[in-house]
């Protein structure tokens, strides 16, 4: 009966540690994916952008010029078109910047980049692609130095939950086995 407890503890700390290994290694193809998106997404809206600030242009003969001036010129005319004409500008300028901020950083720290800015969401713009990433995204394993360094980060997190889970089952075989001597 122990040998099979030993083995059955040693095979969930080896699975854990196998799992969250191959799970950490997605992290960098994830964030990979989640960046292609982020700037798919703010190239899109950007165009979207270049329509509307176009049409306001010829409708009302405004004169060229940045968003903010084109904003501050279509405010007399429609206050709502240019409410929802700057929204969306700042929906691109945060994709952009995100992407940005993704691609700035060394590979290995890209992940947790791109973590704490799809946390930090005020505007509510990147869940939606997040949500997206998540529900498409296709397994993978890329052998890039940051994917081994997160594999490596992931089987010995993998690895000590396996222990902080059959650590009960363990002391309990200590606790009570009178072949185990107490000092």
């Not at 940005?100 to 939606?128: E, T, W």
């Not at 980060?153 to 086995?177: M, Q, T």
């Amino acid at each position: 009966m122990r040998f099979l407890r030993r083995w059955l503890s040693h095979s969930v700390r080896l699975a854990l540690a196998l799992s969250l290994a191959i799970i950490a290694m997605q992290a960098p193809a994830f964030t990979n994916d989640y960046a292609t998106a982020l700037l798919q997404v703010s190239a899109d809206a950007r165009r979207d952008v270049d329509q509307r600030e176009a049409a306001a242009r010829r409708y009302y003969a405004l004169p060229a010029g940045d968003d903010a001036s084109l904003i501050q010129a279509l405010q007399a005319h429609e206050p709502a078109n240019a409410e929802t004409l700057a929204r969306s500008v700042d929906r691109v300028a945060a994709l952009q910047a995100a992407r940005d901020q993704i691609g700035a950083s060394p590979a290995v720290f890209q992940p947790l980049v791109a973590l704490a800015d799809a946390a930090h969401d005020p505007g509510g713009y990147k869940a939606a692609i997040w949500r997206t990433e998540l529900q498409t995204y296709t397994v993978h394993l890329d052998l890039t130095a940051a994917a081994i360094s997160y594999g490596v980060a992931g089987l010995l997190l993998g690895s000590l939950l396996g222990h902080l889970l059959c650590l009960p089952f363990d002391l309990e075989r200590r606790r009570f086995d009178p072949s185990v001597s107490r000092v």
